[in-house]
């Protein structure tokens, strides 16, 4: 089973709501990303989680905020957020980091902010 | 910092020929992954094919099958017999250590 989820598929949200986004994955993978894509854009790599800490934060701007319950669960937490944050926020799952190779994705969150 | 080039932004393949995407990427390192992603659209990002900078065999599955030329930071990807489900956005990948870093893509449009 090569799954990675995420909830909601798509997502509204106001300037002054708190929302979480949620991915999982139960390959056993022990690296978990979250990446930000606008329109017609590569992915933007935001937070690699690895071993359920977080190892590598992309200079993101403080109202997201990441979450690694588990070694299967990963959450992205979002308040305040601001128009232009709208985008397909992708999240990914790999064996290992350090040249170990593959990503898998899921299908994304799609969020609006107005 | 490592870099990721494709220079393609779009290209439009017949259905059944065969369609080259180019990918060129700058690195200091020796031992890395190469990747390609495709991204049809609205729909999940999937791997297409990965290569291990250390092989120096060109990795194929099935239709697809990448040219890599490591001394000159090459990687393309050739589709064979292209479907129409082929039609989507393409992406060059490289991976060292905890650093992934993607091309801008090429979007490409297989025609009946």
């Known amino acids: 089973d090569t799954e990675v989820t995420q909830t909601p598929k798509h997502l509204v949200m106001g300037m002054t709501n708190k929302k979480s986004l949620k991915c999982e994955q139960h390959?056993?993978?022990?690296?978990m990303y979250w990446y930000k894509q606008k329109a017609k854009k590569p992915p933007e790599l935001m937070f690699v989680?690895?071993?359920?800490?977080?190892?590598i934060n992309e200079s993101v701007p403080s109202r997201f905020s990441p979450e690694c319950p588990n070694s299967s669960l990963l959450n992205l937490h979002l308040h305040a957020l601001q128009p232009e944050d709208s985008a397909l926020y992708l999240c990914?799952?790999?064996?290992?980091?350090?040249?170990?190779?593959?990503?898998?994705f899921g299908p994304g969150t799609r969020l609006l902010v107005l | 910092a490592q870099t990721v080039t494709q220079s393609q932004p779009e290209m439009s393949v017949q259905e059944a020929e065969t369609v080259t995407l180019s990918c060129t990427y700058d690195?200091?390192?020796?031992?890395?992954?190469l990747f390609w992603y495709k991204q049809p659209p609205s729909r999940q990002m999937i791997l297409v094919i990965r290569?291990?900078?250390?092989?120096?065999q060109n990795a194929t599955e099935n239709r697809f099958s990448v040219n890599f030329q490591k001394a000159a930071k090459s990687f393309s990807l050739k589709i064979s017999d292209s479907q129409l489900g082929d039609t989507a956005m393409y992406f060059c990948?490289?991976?060292?250590?905890?650093?992934?870093?993607f091309g801008p893509g090429t979007r490409l449009s297989v025609l009946p």
């Open positions: 990948a490289f991976e060292y250590g905890q650093n992934f870093v």
């Open positions: 290569q291990e900078a250390y092989k120096q």
């Open positions: 990914a799952s790999s064996q290992e980091t350090g040249s170990q190779g593959t990503q898998y």
């Open positions: 989680y690895s071993y359920e800490k977080l190892s």
């Open positions: 390959m056993g993978h022990r690296a």
């Open positions: 690195t200091s390192e020796n031992n890395y992954y």
